[in-house]
C-alpha cells in the first residue's frame, strides 16, 4: 500500500518548524525571520518569545 503523502509546497519555518508564511517565506513570522538574521549576524541575544496570537491559524485542519 501506499502511502498518501501530503507533498508541501511550503516548507516549515526553519526556525520553530511552523508552517511558513509566504509572506516571510522560508519563516513564518516576521519574529523568526528576525531571529534567524540575528543568528547571522552574532545571535549574543535572544529575542523574547512571544505567545502567538490567538486569532492566528496554526493548522489546516478543515
Ligand atoms: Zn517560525
Redesign the pocket.
Known amino acids: 500500500m501506499t502511502e498518501p503523502v501530503r507533498l508541501r509546497p511550503r516548507r516549515p ?1 526553519p ?2 518548524n ?1 508552517a511558513s508564511q509566504q509572506k516571510y517565506h522560508p ?3 516576521a519574529r ?1 525571520a528576525q531571529v534567524d538574521l540575528n543568528r547571522w549576524l552574532g545571535g549574543n541575544y535572544a529575542i523574547p518569545a512571544q505567545d502567538d496570537e490567538p486569532g492566528e491559524d496554526d493548522s489546516g485542519s478543515a
Do not use: A, Q, R, T
Request: charged share 10%.
Open positions: 519555518c526556525i520553530c511552523k519563516f513564518c513570522s523568526c
